[in-house]
């Protein structure tokens, strides 16, 4: 692993073929999965550093972080190799973009599958697959990356500010939809996500937000509200809505812990801040969210 990789991997980056890219440990320390101001990459045996958003002395802070010993006057910004670099991303985020839009293609209604039987093993019963076959989809043999196998999937389609398909969130399931894969990561992203969210439901003027698809559905089910699922805290505090009349007023179904709460709370600031009238709802239960609520009140 080079040292530009290693680095990129302890800010919680992204390394893909021969670059970087991750938060700003200056302009972006809350570390999010849509902030990834800063480039890394390795040049006969340099390490190359730029932070695209602010053009923070990002070396400096690596080495008060120990997690470079390179000099200063070792890693001169090359607007050229910053522009091939982007270049070559820009082509990658395409092709993954592609793969998880074929790979959706090849979906089929959850109706009778493994996806089916994993949900109403979350109490999540009655579902009519048919109307949400645009959003959510079972396929039979998902390749997931980590392991080389091929495993059934719950597929989850991600959509942009304007309705525009983006990447897709799998859930890796047992053949029988018992539960999830015996793999790591159960849960994974393919293609671009930032700003959007999984959305369950027309884009009407009261909608829910929740963190999972899971929880998103169990809120749906109580509530027949719109309900999006963002698929992590991070999603959540970077949601991009729509202008209003859409999402004119905002219910933050939040998973009651620590940093769902926060997440909610400041999401909730932001919103308001757009002229949305929002509140923010959890279970009593600490350490608990509302698809746990759900499969309780089932048995």
């Known amino acids: 692993m080079t040292e530009a ?9 992204e390394w893909r073929g021969s670059s970087g890219l991750a938060p700003c440990p200056i302009c972006q ?3 999010r999965r849509d902030q990834r101001g800063l480039s890394l ?25 120990n997690l470079t010993d390179t000099p200063r006057d070792r890693a001169p910004y090359d607007p050229e190799e910053a522009q091939r670099r982007k270049a070559e991303e820009r082509k990658r985020e395409t092709k993954r973009l592609k793969t998880a839009h074929d790979l959706f293609a090849e979906g089929v209604s959850c109706e009778g599958t493994a996806a089916q039987a994993y949900l109403e093993g979350r109490g999540i019963m009655g579902m009519r697959f048919n109307r949400i076959a645009r959003t959510l989809r079972f396929h ?19 959509r942009g500010p304007k309705g525009e398909p983006l990447g897709l969130h799998r859930t890796f399931l047992k053949p029988d939809g018992s539960g ?42 109580a509530s027949r509200l719109t309900v999006w699922a ?11 809505l ?37 509140s923010v709802i959890y279970p009593r239960t600490p350490g608990s969210d509302f698809n746990d609520l759900l499969s309780e009140a089932g048995q």
Not at 41 to 65: F, I, M, P, W, Y
Not at 197 to 218: H, K
Request: negative net charge; hydrophobic residues 40%.
């Open 230 to 240: 963002t698929l992590s805290t991070s999603g959540l505090k970077g949601l991009i």
């Open 140 to 158: 039979p043999s998902a390749l997931h990356g980590a392991s080389g196998q091929r495993l059934p999937a719950m597929l989850a389609q991600i």
């Open 180 to 221: 999830k894969a015996d793999v790591e990561p159960q849960k994974m992203m393919l293609g671009p996500s930032s700003g959007g969210a999984v959305r369950f439901g027309p884009d009407n003027r009261v909608i829910a937000l929740a963190e999972g698809i899971e929880t998103a559905l169990s809120v749906s089910q």
């Open 41 to 65: 990459s390795d040049s006969a045996g340099r390490l190359l550093v730029h932070c695209h958003k602010s053009g923070c002395d990002v070396l400096r802070d690596l080495q008060a972080r």
């Open 5 to 13: 990789e290693r680095i990129t991997r302890a800010l919680g980056g």
């Open 29 to 31: 320390p809350e570390g």
């Open 242 to 278: 729509p202008p209003p009349p859409v999402a004119e007023v905002i219910v933050i179904a939040a998973d009651h812990d620590p940093a769902g709460i926060s997440a909610a709370e400041q999401t909730a600031e932001r919103l308001e801040r757009e002229g949305r009238a929002v």
